[in-house]
Antibody, heavy 117, light 108 residues
Framework: QVQLQESGPGLVKPSGTLSLTCDLS?????????WTWVRQPPGKGLEWIGE???????NYSPSLKSRVTISVDKSKNQFSLRLSSVTAADTAVYYC??????????WGQGTLVIVSS | EIVLTQSPGTLSLSPGERATLSCRAS???????IAWYQQKPGQAPRLLIY???SRATGIPDKFSGSGSGTDFTLSISRLEPEDFAGYYC?????????FGGGTKVEIK
């Protein structure tokens, strides 16, 4: 059974860097899927952040591209998100998910990150 | 960049009724790669439909998807209490991927 689990600080200071990790079990990070980050500000809709595949190829949201880095650690079977120069507008629940030709079929439970001093 | 517009924003229906949700794309979606997700408060989204019309594993046949090109529909027959939730469409045919703004199906 495929499972994803996000982890990382729940509080980040303005202008700092948000760093999250997604641990994968039941599948290999080296499989033919895309590994994705999605966020959801409180009370709002879903926003796609970006994705990476096993080869390290990435695609990012144009609105976040200058601040986002997604990377893969094959040895740990996990992938990570870094978002720099954060502001209060980056406060959201962050989800990791598995992407394929079937859409996003597995999701983590989500982790709330608050940007505040 | 493909923009997805969902309508209506809120749908008020009674249990047992049929729900019809719309998702319109600003340009044609490659390979009809449209997915629909259900989200309940405090939970992660759950995949219902992929490829515009294929049900995901374990999804009952009361959920159906249709459409092609730029116009897509999610139908839910015979609404049950657990179906009252938020629904999002997503296109994953071309980068950047994108979600619609969502439709909330609420009890009338």
């Amino acid at each position: 059974q495929v499972q994803l689990q996000e982890s990382g600080p729940g509080l980040v200071k303005p202008s700092g860097t948000l760093s999250l990790t997604c641990d994968l079990s039941g599948d290999s990070i080296s499989s033919s899927n895309w590994w994705t980050w999605v966020r959801q500000p409180p009370g709002k809709g879903l926003e796609w952040i970006g994705e990476i595949n096993h080869s390290g190829n990435t695609n990012y949201s144009p609105s976040l591209k200058s601040r986002v880095t997604i990377s893969v650690d094959k040895s740990k079977n996990q992938f990570s998100l870094r978002l720099s120069s954060v502001t209060a507008a980056d406060t959201a629940v962050y989800y990791c998910a598995r992407g394929s030709h079937k859409g996003f079929d597995y999701w983590g439970q989500g982790t709330l990150v608050i940007v505040s001093s | 960049e493909i923009v997805l517009t969902q309508s209506p924003g809120t749908l008020s229906l009674s249990p047992g009724e049929r729900a019809t949700l719309s998702c319109r794309a600003s340009q044609s979606v490659s390979s009809n790669y449209i997915a629909w997700y259900q989200q309940k408060p405090g939970q992660a989204p759950r995949l219902l439909i992929y490829g515009a019309s294929s049900r995901a594993t374990g999804i009952p046949d009361k959920f159906s998807g249709s459409g092609s090109g730029t116009d897509f529909t999610l139908s839910i027959s015979r609404l049950e209490p657990e179906d009252f939730a938020g629904y999002y469409c997503q296109q994953y045919g071309s980068s950047p991927l994108s979600f619609g703004g969502g439709t909330k199906v609420e009890i009338k």
